[in-house]
């Protein structure tokens, strides 16, 4: 799955005026300049991990939102992820995934059910 930096951009730019922050105010937050900022907003650059995580933090959004639009706070926020990650691989490694995340899933619920 390709990341699109314009939708990425639009996402940040969301989230920055949903805190009330200008540009300025966000790029000298995270120690980048205005243009740069504006540049990633736009789609026109993109924007290290480092980076990425500060200003995640300081916008109080996952890196999942900005990068693909999930919210880690939906039930089903990587069924589609998973749907193409299955969707790209054989039918022999879409078992094995299943038969890993299987085990994990029961060695959870077995956890809760000691707690």
Not at 68 to 80: E, F, H, R, V
Request: hydrophobic share 35%; with cysteine.
């Amino acid at each position: 799955m390709a990341l699109d930096y314009n939708v990425i951009g639009q996402r940040i730019k969301h989230a920055r005026l949903a805190k009330n922050l200008t540009q300025e105010d966000l790029a000298e937050k995270i120690d980048i300049s205005v243009a740069f900022l504006s540049r990633v907003e736009r789609g026109n650059s993109h924007i290290n991990l480092k980076r990425l995580n500060q200003l995640c933090r300081l916008l109080d959004v996952s890196e999942g939102y900005i990068l693909n639009g999930a919210s880690s706070d939906s039930t089903n926020y990587l069924d589609k992820e998973l749907s193409e990650l299955l969707k790209n691989c054989s039918p022999e490694t879409q078992r094995l995934i299943y038969k890993v995340a299987q085990v994990i899933a029961e060695s959870e619920k077995a956890d809760l059910e000691e707690s």
